[in-house]
C-alpha cells in the first residue's frame, strides 16, 4: 500500500466525538498516523506479519494503520468505553480485524512475549502529570521487538535518559520531528490551531 | 476477544498470585474466517501458552485441540486447527474469571473490561 493511498484511508475514519480533556484525547491526524507506520514497516519490518498493540488507542487510527499494512494481529488498548466503540467501528468500516481491550494501560500487566510491536500516541501529560512516562515504561514491558512513540519535543533529554535508564531500553532514537496540528477541540482552547513540535521515537527494549 | 488476547490477560488485582490464565464463560462465540498464514502460526507456536489456549477454546466449545503441540509444527492439518482456535474465534459475550479471586470481568461486543475498582487496585 502507498503512504497517500493509507493517509487517505485514516482520513476517513470517525474520531472523538465528545473528547474528554482529562484523558487528553486528541485524534491522530492521518498525516502522522500514516508517516509513522508505514516507516515502522518500510524503514524496519516491525508491522507486516506482525503482533502490534496500540497503547491508549481512543478511536483506532494507529490500530487502523497497522491493519491496512498487514499486521498479522492488531490489539487496541483504551479505558474509555466510547472511544472504543467508535474504534470498532472504524475497524467494521475498513473491514479490517482488531481486537479492543479495555483497560487502564498504566496499570495493566500482560504475560508473555505475544506483542512485537507497540505503537502509541500517548498523552503528554498536561492534564495527568508523568503520564507520557507512565505510557513508556508500560509499553516497554510489553513489546519483544520495538515501541514507537509520540512525545513533545521539549521532552527530548528528559524521555532519552529515562527510556535507557529506568525502562530497559536497549536503544532510544528520535526517528523525526512532526508538527502535530491541534485543532480548537477543547473551550479552554483560545486559538483555532495551535501547532505542537512532536518527536516520533523509536525505542528497541532489551531482551527480558 | 480472541483467544490470541486470552492468551496474555492476566488478573491485575492487588494481592492475587495466580493470575494467569483467567477462565472463559462463554454467552456467545461467533467464528470469523481469518488468512491462514503458516510462518506466522509456526512463530507463535513458541510464544503461546499451549495449556491456557486449550483450555480456553474448549470453554468456547473448540475441542480439536491436541493438549500437547506436535513435534511436526510444520504438520499442516494440526497448523489449522491451531489457526482456527488462536484467531478464528471470538468471545462476543461472556466472562473473564480470575482463578484465585473469583472476579469476573465481563466480555461485552468482544471486548472485555479489565478496569479495576479502586479498591482492587
Redesign the interface.
Known amino acids: 500500500m502507498k503512504l497517500k493511498q493509507l493517509e487517505g484511508l485514516l482520513g476517513d475514519l470517525q474520531q472523538f466525538s465528545n473528547p474528554k480533556v482529562e484523558l487528553e484525547q486528541y485524534p491522530t491526524g492521518p498525516h502522522i498516523a500514516s508517516r509513522m507506520l508505514f516507516t515502522a514497516e518500510n524503514s524496519y519490518g516491525d508491522i507486516t506479519?506482525k503482533?502490534v498493540a496500540d497503547f491508549g488507542c481512543g478511536c483506532g487510527t494507529l490500530s487502523a494503520a497497522a491493519a491496512l499494512l498487514d499486521a498479522?494481529?492488531v490489539?487496541g488498548f483504551d479505558?474509555d468505553?466510547q472511544s472504543?466503540?467508535t474504534a470498532?467501528l472504524n475497524a467494521e468500516e475498513l473491514e479490517v480485524?482488531i481486537?479492543?481491550?479495555?483497560?487502564?494501560v498504566t496499570?495493566?500487566?500482560?504475560?508473555?512475549?505475544?506483542?512485537g510491536t507497540v505503537v502509541m500516541n500517548p498523552p503528554f501529560g498536561t492534564r495527568k502529570k508523568g503520564a507520557d512516562m507512565e505510557f513508556l515504561s508500560a509499553a516497554m514491558k510489553v513489546a519483544s521487538q520495538a515501541v514507537y512513540s509520540l512525545h513533545k519535543t521539549s521532552t527530548r533529554e528528559h524521555i532519552k535518559r529515562a527510556a535507557l535508564r529506568d525502562f530497559n531500553a536497549k536503544s532510544a532514537e528520535v526517528i523525526c520531528e512532526l508538527r502535530y496540528d491541534l485543532p480548537k477541540l477543547y473551550k479552554f482552547h483560545k486559538r483555532k490551531e495551535v501547532d505542537i513540535a512532536v518527536d516520533l521515537w523509536r525505542f528497541e527494549p532489551r531482551q527480558n | 476477544m480472541r483467544l490470541i488476547v486470552h492468551n496474555m490477560l492476566t488478573c491485575n488485582i492487588k494481592g492475587v498470585i495466580n493470575k494467569f490464565p483467567l477462565r472463559i464463560e462463554a454467552e456467545k462465540v461467533i467464528k470469523k474466517e481469518v488468512d491462514f498464514n503458516p510462518d506466522f502460526l509456526r512463530h507463535m507456536l513458541a510464544k503461546i501458552e499451549w495449556k491456557a489456549l486449550v483450555d480456553g477454546a474448549r470453554s468456547m466449545g473448540y475441542t480439536e485441540l491436541p493438549d500437547h503441540a506436535p513435534a511436526l509444527e510444520s504438520d499442516e492439518p494440526f497448523l489449522r486447527k491451531f489457526h482456527h482456535a488462536l484467531l478464528e474465534l471470538n468471545l462476543e459475550e461472556g466472562s473473564l474469571v480470575c482463578q484465585e479471586s473469583g472476579r469476573k470481568f465481563p466480555v461485552e461486543k468482544r471486548v472485555p473490561n479489565m478496569l479495576l475498582h479502586e479498591d482492587e487496585v
Open positions: 506479519d503482533v498479522a494481529c490489539i479505558i468505553p472504543l466503540e470498532t480485524e481486537d479492543f481491550v479495555q483497560c487502564d496499570k495493566l500487566e500482560l504475560k508473555g512475549q505475544v506483542v
